[in-house]
């Protein structure tokens, strides 16, 4: 009896070999995620010593365009020409553009490495979905996918840590630095655990489709970035981009219809459910990012929260969307059900954001960690089974471009909540300004609607009090307008169907354990 039950335990094991490559993905999703988190807190440093203040969005916007232009193309570059290459060919680009970036003497050498950082970047998330897509049965995939999710949640909280201690001990360099071993450990266990089958596509990438993609994103990116700061909305340059944007996707769409070899076959949208959750991760990057954005702002402005450990201060939200992630995960490899997740996270996103747009200046700190932390239980059921749910519904030669695809729509939807909750925050800041402080507050947030910490010491009392009643209403229309954005995502998750996932699931009764383990394909080799 005890024999059978060890090997029934060693049968719901994955193989060494996997857990060694599932340690590789995690550093690498690692890199992924730290490295903006890192840099940001490292940004007055490197403007203080290479100057450049006018250009300092571009060492960020640099990176954000590179990552997203490049993203679906990796992913095609995976299905043609195999996973393995594309994705440790991606990591050398990431490791690259981290040296070039820690060696740049002037503000226009960091922002033309930042942007090779940004196109290994686009590989890396990528990569990491797709093979496990390729390495797991998407039965099993839950919980792998979970873990992923946790890493994502622990690098938000620990990466502003990790910046400001790199940068206060060693200097900003080591912000970009730091990537190296992780990567080298990284690159070494894949090329030896690793072993997929290789490709070899007869068929030539579509660069057409490439280059109109790449325009498109671009212009798309530029506008959500520029519009309403360095840019009226309505201004020529905003309105020449959004042609050029239109005008390039219409474009590509068309194009990929008669393409021989297109860059996103537009064929894996006839899925219902791979369109839904593109909707869906659409809107959970839509809201995740502009709550990342406004929740410490808030919480330093009006609750005089300390901006050193700006990362804990979201650990009630990345905490739950930590934990639920890994529950999703493991209930949908015990059950084989996923639609529940979609349902209750959307309601919960709903719920949470709301409450959040119910903050005033009297909001105490317990009660905005209660509210965070919904939100972050509804992104937890969210965040991963979009990508689950996308890769069940296409075919295996499709997983790169369902991966690409998928993350792309978040990385779009979180450019378009910066954006946009954005212009929301600074309009309604410097309305009530106004209104409170005549103007002085007018003054006060012409050049911008976010005071840090030593500039809002230096206000007298009372526009202290009406910046805070400011922030206040500008964190109430920003997360109200999160909310009505979130319904879109619960319609959504209303029209998901159940398709049973591909894949051994847990041993059945009467199954042997040998029979559940045979059902595993042997992807990779064993150590």
């Known amino acids: 009896m005890a024999d059978t039950k060890t090997v029934e335990t060693e049968a719901e094991k994955p ?70 290459g594309a994705f440790m060919t ?11 970036s820690g060696m740049a003497q002037n503000m226009g050498e960091l922002i033309g490495f930042r942007a090779i950082q940004g196109l290994g970047a686009g590989g890396l998330m990528v990569g990491v979905m797709a093979i496990i897509g390729d390495l797991i049965p998407p039965r099993e995939r839950g919980k792998y996918q979970g873990m992923m999710a946790g890493v994502m949640a622990l690098a938000m909280i620990g990466g502003p840590l990790v910046g400001g201690t790199i940068t206060d001990n060693w200097g ?51 506008v959500t970035t520029w519009g309403g700061s360095e840019y009226a909305w309505s201004s020529a340059r905003i309105m ?4 050029i944007g239109v005008a390039s996707l219409i474009g590509f769409v ?43 702002l808030y919480q330093q402005s009006v609750q005089g929260a300390s901006a050193t450990n700006s990362g804990l201060l979201l650990l009630p939200m990345l ?26 996270g959307s309601v919960a996103m709903v719920i949470g954001l709301y409450l959040l747009s119910t903050m005033d200046t009297g909001t105490s700190r317990l009660t905005s960690g209660v509210f965070m932390a919904v939100v972050g239980l509804g992104m937890g059921c969210l965040m991963q089974i979009t990508m689950l749910v996308a890769q069940n519904s296409v075919e295996m030669k499709d997983m790169g471009v369902a991966s690409s695809s998928t993350t ?30 005549g103007a002085l507050g ?36 920003a997360f109200l307008l999160g909310a009505v954005v979130a319904v879109i995502a619960l319609v959504a998750a209303v029209f998901v169907k159940e398709v049973p996932l591909k894949g051994a699931g847990p041993q059945k009764d009467g199954e042997s354990a040998g029979d559940a383990a045979a059902t595993q394909p042997p992807l990779v080799d064993a150590v």
């Open 254 to 296: 068309f194009w990929q219809t008669r393409a021989a070899e297109p860059i996103v076959p537009l064929h894996i949208f006839r899925s219902r459910n791979f369109t839904l959750m593109s909707i869906i991760g659409f809107v959970t990057g839509f809201v995740m990012f502009g709550a990342t954005l406004f929740l410490p």
């Open 90 to 100: 991606s990591i050398v680009i990431f490791l690259i553009g981290s040296a070039l």
């Open 408 to 437: 792309l729509f978040r990385t779009l939807g979180s450019s378009f909540g910066v954006a946009i909750m954005g212009a929301l925050f600074n309009n309604r800041v410097q309305d009530v300004m106004s209104e409170r402080a």
């Open 172 to 222: 900003w360099r080591w912000s970009f630095y730091i990537n190296l071993p992780l990567g080298v450990v990284s690159l070494a266990l894949i090329s030896a655990v690793l072993h997929l089958p290789r490709k070899r596509s007869q068929s030539r990438i579509d660069y057409l489709g490439a280059t109109l993609l790449t325009v498109g994103i671009t212009s798309i990116v530029l």
């Open 15 to 84: 193989p060494r070999s996997v857990r060694v490559v599932l340690l590789a993905l995690m550093i690498t999703m690692m890199l992924a995620m730290l490295d903006n988190m890192i840099v940001g807190t490292a940004m007055p440093t490197i403007v203080g010593e290479l100057g450049g203040l006018e250009h300092l969005s571009w060492v960020v916007t640099a990176y954000t365009l590179a990552t997203a232009a490049s993203t679906p193309i990796w992913g095609k570059i995976g299905d043609m020409y195999g996973r393995k």
């Open 442 to 477: 007018s003054k006060i947030t012409e050049q911008s609607a976010q005071l840090d910490a030593a500039s809002l010491a230096k206000l007298p009392v009372a526009a202290r009090e009406a910046y805070q009643h400011a922030v206040s209403a500008g964190t109430h229309s």
């Open 319 to 344: 905490g739950a969307m930590l934990v639920t992630s890994m529950v999703a995960g493991r209930v949908t490899t015990n059950s084989g059900k996923y639609k529940i997740f979609p349902l209750v």
């Open 240 to 243: 020449e981009l959004i042609g």
